[in-house]
Every structure is written in structure tokens, then in C-alpha cells.
């Protein structure tokens, strides 16, 4: 990939003044660098994006559901390029770049299928007023700016490009700084598959390009991925032009686990939620509600399950997690482990950054964490995990729900009925019942309270693409 940006149809060299270093985090050292597009350039995609909305919103549901399958398609084609460079530029061991790559094909899959359904949306609504038709349209939202974080970069990016495209929709894509290689396959796959230009652009570069792009004018929509605290930019920009904003925004959800439930399969769902792509996810259930009678036996093999696990490069077969992303995610992290100690938490695993060259650090495990503890309130992003413990179901609740963020939950249990009951009553988008990061197509993302506005992924995810019209008629 020698140039950067995929601006109508074309290829082109960044011509901001900000230099992107793409680092190996298994290394700590950068292996490629990119200038940052300019402000002119995110001008020159958002009116490339105007260009072509007219042709594109006027396509036939049958032919972007064609294009779209052929994004699956040529996604599986670049198989092993994507996952080496998701292992290289994310630190992602081999197994979870390959669910990352095959969760973005089937949503492309997915968005294909429902493409194909939307003429059936189009339809007669029944008046119970006599002398009028009524029929609903539903019609693409426009052009539409894509800022995305780079934790999952393909799987983010899929899961707002497909339901945009087949909704009608033009889009400008702004992958991270961080890792802003990978997106750049949509721009292959979109010249491979002949998908007219303009229909999709990529602008890399930093926080001033993310910013060029959300202020733009000519946008229609926004949807933003990322952190809380540039989310509300985001949103304030939405707001000064008065136009949507969807948000996907952080998280500090909890796995409850219940004196019934099997020790060893919560030991693997707890690992799992804390210990995925090294903690970097926003769905991490990074706090541990345990109830008393089981804590006891829980905890040591909690302890010794992560001791256990093997941290390494990606690139070793061994490695169970990788390291953290970027050194700036390595350094947060370390202010966390200092701040444990600043108030005298108790460390049961971990507590450290390793010294390996690149930016690991241990899985962590702090128990009996004072409810005002920063690190059971704040999002984290990392492998740390913050236990505490619970008598009673009312109190499990509460405790999970008093927090400003509302993305997802874990329940753990036996008793089924149980489970359904948390699970209704947690203040949050989605709740897995002894399962751990199950994310499907068909069900939908996103969270409650500060965890964001707006749902991804189901219908829903298409219908954030879709603006509603009604043409009523009057028979007289
Ligand atoms: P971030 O907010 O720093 O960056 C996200 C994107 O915004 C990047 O592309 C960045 O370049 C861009 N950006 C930065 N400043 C900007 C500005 N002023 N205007 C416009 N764009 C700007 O987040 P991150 O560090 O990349 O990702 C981690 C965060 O993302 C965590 O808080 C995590 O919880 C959240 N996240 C949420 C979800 C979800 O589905 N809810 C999924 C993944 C990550």
C-alpha cells in the first residue's frame, strides 16, 4: 500500500503536515509511516461522497446487495494479508484476528441479505381516517462521515460501512491513527469490485482530520465509535449543524456470577471478558461481582487461571494475549497500576507492564475494590480486572448499574429464571447469560447512559442509514 487516501475513485498521497507512524506493539518500533490527509482532501472526499449520491442512492436494492456480497468475498480473499496485519499493527494473537476478520464478512453478508429485503419496506400504511392513501418511503440518510477506533478496525468499519451502503448512502471513512492500514482494504476491494468512485472514501490521519471531517458541512450524518471524551466533540459539532449523530462510546460493564454456577466454565467466560484482544474492547467486563458463597473457591482459580496465561508476541503460536496496541494505551495502563497502588488495592495477579521491548503487560486481577475506587469506576481498556462481592441478587444489580456507562453485561448462573430477571433489570444494551462477547449480526450493538446513542449491527443498524418519508394522498 504505497499511498494512504482513497478519495474518488483514486489513490493519493496524505497531503497534511502530520507524519502517522504505524507501530508493531510486539516490538514497541514503527514498520511503515503515512503523511495525514489535509483538511483540503477531506473536503475533496466529502464532495466526491455529494457526487455520487444521486447515481448510487438510485441503484437497485439487488445491485448493492451484489457489491456488498462481494465485499465478503474479497475480504475472504485477502485472508491471510488481513489477519497478518491485524497480529502485526493490533499485536492480535492469529486466532482472534481471524473471528475479527470472519464477524467482517458476515456483515457484509448480512447487510447484503437485508439490502435485498428493503423494497418490502416501502409500503402501504392503513389510515383509519377515510379519503386518504398513505404509503412510507424509506430513503437513504445522505452522505454520511465514518470515524472509527482501533481496537476491532475491520469489524468497526464493517459494521458501519455495510448497513451505510446498502441503505443508499456515500460515506467518508476515518480509520485511527493508530492503525490506519487495514481500512485501506475497503479502498482495494471497492476498485477490485468496480463500486462507482466516490461511493467510498478513506481519510487517514489524526485527531485535526477526525475533526476536519466532523465539523464538515457537508455531511448528512455522523456516526462516531470511539471515546467518550471526543465523542461529545463529535457530538457538539452534530449539534452547532443540527444534523444525527450515532455514538459508540466506552464502557465498564460487569459479569455477575451467582453461587450456583460452575466454577471453571465462570473462570473461562471472566478470563475471556477481561482478557480479549488484551482488554482493549469496550464491551470488557472489567468488574467481577461475585457472590459470597462462592468467592472463596472462585477466586484462586480466577488467580491462577490468569497467572497461566501466556502473554506474548502474536506471531508466537504460544501467545494466549498480545500486547496492548499503542504505547499511548501501554502508558494509561501503567497510570492505572500506579493508581492501584496510590489506593492500596489489593493485587492478587499482575499489577505491571512486562519488559519485553514491546508495550505487554500482565493480566490483572484486584480484589475487594472500594466501590470509589477510580479503577472500578473508569474505563481502563486493558486486561484489569476489579473484583468485588455480593449477598444478595438486588444488591449484584444495583452494584452493576451504578455507573455512568450502560454498554453490556455478563450473568452467570444456573437458574435460568434468575438469569432473565438480571438480565432485564441491568441498565444496559445487551446481557449475555453464560456466554461471554457473543456479538451476532442479527442482534444488536450499542449502549445505554454514556455508552453512546444510537444501535449498530440487526436491522437496526441499517435503519440508523435510513431517513423515513410518507407520501399521503388525499382520494377526493
Ligand atoms: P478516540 O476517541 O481517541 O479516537 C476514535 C477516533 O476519533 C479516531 O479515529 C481518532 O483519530 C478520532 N478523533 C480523535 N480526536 C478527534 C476529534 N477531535 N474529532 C473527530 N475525530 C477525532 O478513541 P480510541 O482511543 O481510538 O478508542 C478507544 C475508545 O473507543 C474506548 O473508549 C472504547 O470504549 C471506545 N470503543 C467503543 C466501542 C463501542 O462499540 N461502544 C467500540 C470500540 C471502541
Known amino acids: 500500500m504505497t499511498t494512504s487516501h482513497y478519495i474518488a475513485g483514486r489513490w493519493v498521497d496524505g497531503q497534511g503536515s502530520e507524519c502517522i507512524s504505524v507501530n508493531d506493539p510486539a516490538l514497541g518500533q514503527p514498520f511503515a509511516e503515512l503523511m495525514a490527509a489535509s483538511a483540503e482532501q477531506v473536503d475533496q472526499a466529502v ?83 377515510p379519503g386518504f392513501t398513505a404509503r412510507t418511503r424509506l430513503e ?191 502508558l494509561r495502563v501503567a497510570g492505572y497500576f500506579a493508581t492501584a497502588r496510590e489506593e492500596g488495592l489489593q493485587c492478587l495477579v499482575g499489577g505491571k507492564v512486562l519488559d519485553r521491548g514491546g508495550w505487554f503487560v500482565s493480566p490483572t486481577l484486584y480484589a475487594d475494590v472500594p466501590e470509589g475506587s477510580r479503577l472500578w469506576n473508569e474505563e481502563i481498556f486493558g486486561p484489569v480486572l476489579c473484583a468485588r462481592r455480593f449477598a444478595s441478587e438486588q444488591q449484584a444489580i444495583a452494584e452493576a448499574n451504578d455507573s455512568r456507562f450502560g454498554l453490556v453485561a455478563t450473568v452467570c448462573t444456573t437458574d435460568l429464571a434468575r438469569a432473565e430477571r438480571v438480565a432485564d433489570a441491568l441498565e444496559v444494551g445487551h446481557v449475555w447469560i453464560n456466554s461471554v462477547q457473543a456479538v451476532f449480526v442479527e442482534t444488536s450493538w450499542g449502549g445505554t447512559k454514556g455508552s453512546g446513542i444510537g444501535r449498530e449491527l440487526g436491522p437496526w443498524g441499517l435503519s440508523g442509514y435510513q431517513s423515513v418519508k410518507h407520501v399521503t394522498r388525499c382520494l377526493g
Open 47 to 129: 464532495a466526491a461522497a455529494r457526487a455520487a449520491l444521486p447515481a448510487w442512492k438510485c441503484t437497485s436494492a439487488g445491485e448493492r446487495a451484489a457489491y456488498l456480497r462481494g465485499f465478503a468475498e474479497q475480504l475472504g480473499q485477502r485472508r491471510e494479508a488481513l489477519v497478518t496485519l491485524q497480529m502485526r499493527n493490533n499485536g492480535k494473537p492469529r486466532h482472534e484476528a481471524e473471528v475479527d476478520l470472519d464477524d467482517a464478512i458476515a456483515t457484509f453478508g448480512y447487510y447484503a441479505e437485508l439490502a435485498e429485503q428493503l423494497p418490502g419496506q416501502n409500503r402501504d400504511v392503513p389510515l383509519a381516517a
Open 140 to 330: 437513504p440518510v445522505g452522505v454520511v462521515g465514518l470515524i472509527v477506533p482501533w481496537n476491532f478496525p475491520l469489524v468497526t468499519s464493517a459494521w458501519k460501512l455495510a448497513p451505510a451502503l446498502a441503505a443508499g448512502c456515500t460515506v467518508v471513512l476515518k480509520p485511527s491513527e493508530v492503525t490506519p492500514l487495514c481500512e485501506l482494504a475497503y479502498g482495494q476491494i471497492a476498485d477490485t469490485l468496480g463500486l462507482p468512485a466516490g461511493v467510498l472514501n478513506i481519510v487517514n490521519g489524526k485527531a485535526e482530520t477526525g475533526a476536519a471531517l466532523s465539523n464538515h458541512n457537508g455531511l448528512d450524518k455522523l456516526s462516531f465509535t470511539g471515546s467518550n471524551n471526543v465523542g461529545s466533540q463529535v457530538m457538539r459539532s452534530a449539534a452547532a449543524q443540527c444534523r444525527p449523530v450515532t455514538l459508540e462510546l466506552g464502557g465498564k460493564s460487569a459479569i455477575l456470577v451467582f453461587d450456583d454456577c460452575d466454577v471453571d466454565a465462570a473462570v473461562q467466560w471472566i478470563v475471556a471478558g477481561i482478557c480479549w484482544n488484551a482488554g482493549q474492547m469496550c464491551s470488557a467486563t472489567s468488574r467481577l461481582l461475585v457472590q459470597d458463597g462462592i468467592a472463596d473457591a472462585l477466586l484462586p482459580r480466577l488467580q491462577a487461571a490468569l497467572e497461566n496465561l501466556r502473554v506474548g508476541s502474536p506471531l508466537s503460536e504460544e501467545a494466549d494475549m498480545g500486547p496492548l496496541t499503542s504505547q499511548a494505551q501501554w
